[in-house]
């Protein structure tokens, strides 16, 4: 009998923007392969396609207490718990707060430790201004986003989605990850810079029951190119 996975999506603007989408098909080379040694469920999460709008912005917590209940309606109790990016943070915190349903932890570039880059200082430094000058030139405000974080993506999504990605980023899971026992499984890439590889080195350093599996040609979601590559190492 096949164990049971559960499997977290990243944060992917494009299926909060348009939710006739399915996250599922950005991920469906990797759970194939998956399904060859597991029985994956593949949660879609709140705010992301054919799942509910959000009524209110969501906490990370809210996140977690969102995949317990849906697990528990489908009667779902001792699983291994896979996350990719903003996944593996929920993954994370889930697997600190209910160590009990969780075999194993699998942490697929996670986004776990939130440490502000010198982009996020340089915005919080100029968002008193920014404030009033977007007021005046929306304009502005598309220009300055595309220059400092390559994208306006942030600017299309909902308020509510972008008061809930704030809410995300603020939560860094450093303080934590000590507190984890459970079995980790760290799997990387290299090339990732979105969530960098020195964050994987310090997640293993904090989490002592885990291992770092580094993929040379990866980038952050490599899933795309090398998903065997994943499927392999989860049951070392």
């Known amino acids: 009998m096949k ?6 999506h990243g944060w992917i603007n494009k299926y909060i923007i348009n939710r006739e989408e399915n996250i599922f098909d950005f991920y469906k080379e990797l759970v194939n392969c998956l399904k060859e040694k597991f029985d994956v469920e593949f949660i879609i999460l709140p705010g992301f396609s054919s799942n509910k709008e959000l009524e209110r912005p969501f906490t990370l917590d809210d996140y977690v207490e969102y995949v ?11 699983f291994y718990l896979m996350g990719h990016s903003f996944g593996g943070q929920i993954a994370c915190k889930f697997t600190y707060l209910y160590p009990e349903k969780v075999e194993k932890l699998i942490i697929y570039n996670g986004a776990c430790v939130r440490k502000k880059s010198l982009i996020q200082k340089i915005l919080s430094i100029f968002k008193p201004l920014g404030k009033t000058l977007f007021t005046l030139s929306p304009f502005c405000k598309k220009v300055f986003y595309k220059i400092f974080t390559g994208s306006t993506d942030y600017l299309k ?9 704030q809410n995300v980023i603020s939560e860094d899971l450093t303080p934590i990850l000590p507190e984890i026992k ?14 960098p590889l020195k964050n994987a080195y ?3 350093k904090l989490i002592k029951n885990s291992k770092l599996i580094i993929c040379p040609q990866g ?13 392999d190492n989860i049951l070392i």
Request: charged residues 30%.
């Open 219 to 231: 980038g952050h979601s490599f899933h795309k190119t090398y998903p065997q590559f994943i499927a």
């Open 157 to 165: 999504l909902p308020p509510i989605m972008q008061k809930t990605m």
């Open 182 to 195: 459970t079995e980790t499984i760290l799997i990387w890439g290299k090339k990732d810079k979105i969530t």
């Open 68 to 78: 317990k209940k849906y697990l528990e309606e489908k009667g779902i109790d001792k």
């Open 202 to 204: 310090i997640i293993n």
């Open 3 to 8: 164990k049971k996975l559960v499997f977290l």
